[in-house]
């Protein structure tokens, strides 16, 4: 995939390669010092070698063509083209990579109390994404447009078969893929717009475990799998309508509305063939293979929309508001066969799911300096589901939500609008939810202060809070944050920036112990402090040196370290090359922990006639 992006790349600038052009090409090596695995890799994931970190070009001609790319050969890269002829067209082509790896340690694992930290979940994934969008006579009133969207992934990982009453730690192989088309065009008129689009998706997701060794599982008992093979693939498509309309046919009145429709369609199927030493949970009963087959067709389709009304009786009072609703449906069949398992029951294959929202808000303004807001937030769900195969006393709740919100809030603009304080506040006295640690009985507030000392100097400060009771079980959630920021004008030769967060979580939940089924307490407390800071030296004529990083310490449930300050130093030889070297320390500390340093050395290369933007 790295020779992929590569060649697209030296393609795109030998196309550019023209006057008038300009660009910029940063190429560098890297290199890693003790990248310890697998922490490093499920926490940085770079490697050593020559990477090309950053690429810019732009032709402007009769046509306007830039190029964007960065990271190229390393875990998250992204390669982005855009085309424009005036009154022509407008077409942007993006390609991206990600390499996701995940091998750390868990806190819930349930050995993790006899020392064994190793992580029952392990994912080392790759996907790869291209979007493709075209957008003719984009100044014109009628505006036909068209889009690919293509995503994939796929990858192997550890993944646990759950069977007999126990977990199985087994070798798991990914994929999926998505594929959406869609076209339509787009309105414009003095007051009013609105698009109307049709398309098309399509969806894959497989999944296999394979093995042929002795596993045990986490129970201390002589429950245990000797071999396993499991299929699991799905695969749907369907066609969708979206149609958004925006107008305000009056001075005081203003509208808009969104419009969507989709009808897809999936099958699936699952096969499982498993020995070793199982139990039937319902008889106790041993038994030493396991076989199921099954087979399912589901249709699903949603209906939702959205509709805001904005009218303005007076210059400074306007009053709003919006209406959200989304309905769906699945509805599916499964004929299946298993081995010691109950018969399928066909109600179990409904789900319907209905949610509307409504929101009033009137905003109006006290004077020059003072603006409030208030209004009313209602929320209606009802979800029809299959009857649950395990209840606890007290739980068979039905699926509902029916909530009241109040909301309010001001925004204070003092000293010319050089300091503006934004507030809001939104409290739920409580009635129905779907999850036990879903809002409830809830407070949430938040308060941004912004001051502009000088043109050079900004100050930043922000209070979240969110306090949540949902039938005795507790969250909390604080965060603070004071960011201050000096950029002075280019006479001057230092740039600093710099900032501290606050953040202190606890929940207090209940949960049914699957061995006992008595009810137990699962307390939770995490307080995190965050620094960051950046400089911007300009040395001398040519030489500029760059400094900061960020440091996070975390106390509680999760004691967490993680520090990763950096330095780079950029040496102009002449007007269109310059040096660049890099270094960066990552230091991380949990469960588990590593130690690694990354320096990367090379140049920037300028072409053209100037610089690119």
Known sequence: MRHALLVLTSTALAALAQEPFSGEIDLRNRFVMRD????????????????????????????????????????????????????????????????????????GNPLLAQGITTSQRFLDLSRRQFD??????????????????????????????????????????????????RGGVELRWTRWSGNVEQGWTDYTD????????????????????????ERYHAEGSGMFTRGVIQGHPLDNLSFTGHFIYSRPKME?????????????????????????????????????????????????WRARHTWVSDAYRISSSSPSTAVLTQPVDPARGILELRYHQSEEEVIGELGKHLTVRGGHRYIHSDADLPPANLTFPGSANPAQIRRNALLGGATLTLWSGRMQTNGSYEWSPGGKTYFRMGLLNYRKAHVLSRIRLSNQLRLTASQRELHNDNMGDKASNHITTVTAEWTPNATQRVTLVGGYAREYMISRATFANPATLQLQSAPFDDRLNHFNGYADIRIAKGAQWQAGGSLSHSEGSRPTRYYTPQSQLIVAANARVSAVVEWRWYRYRAIDEFRAHTVSAGVRIRLGAKSSN
Do not use: C
């Not at 490697?47 to 970190?53: D, H, I, K, V």
């Not at 889009?147 to 646990?160: A, E, F, K």
């Not at 999944?207 to 093979?229: C, E, K, M, S, Y």
């Not at 030493?277 to 959205?306: C, H, I, K, M, W």
């Open 132 to 181: 493709f969008d075209l957008r003719l006579r984009p100044d014109s009133r009628v505006i036909p447009f068209f889009n690919v969207l293509r995503t994939s992934g796929g990858g192997h990982g550890i993944t646990p078969f759950v069977g007999s009453g126990d977990e199985f730690p087994v070798p798991a192989q990914l994929h999926d893929s998505l594929t959406t088309v």
């Open 36 to 107: 310890e695995y697998p922490v490093y890799r499920s926490i940085v994931n770079l490697s050593r070698g020559p990477r090309l970190f950053g690429i810019q070009g732009r032709y402007e001609g009769k046509d306007k063509i830039s190029l964007t790319g960065n990271s190229i050969g390393d875990p998250n890269s992204m390669v982005r083209i855009d085309a424009k002829r005036s009154e022509v067209y407008e077409a942007s082509f993006s390609y991206r990579t990600i390499a996701y790896f995940n091998n750390l340690p868990s806190y």
């Open 268 to 316: 699936t199927s699952y096969s499982l063939d498993a020995t070793g030493v199982f139990r039937d949970p319902n008889t106790l009963r041993p038994y030493t293979s396991l076989f199921e087959s099954s087979f399912a067709n589901a249709s699903q389709p949603r209906t939702s929309g959205s509709w805001t009304t904005e009218y303005r009786p007076w210059k400074r």
């Open 206 to 229: 497989q999944q296999t475990l394979d093995n042929t060794t002795r596993l045990q599982g986490n129970r201390a008992d002589n429950i245990v799998l000797d071999r396993i093979q």
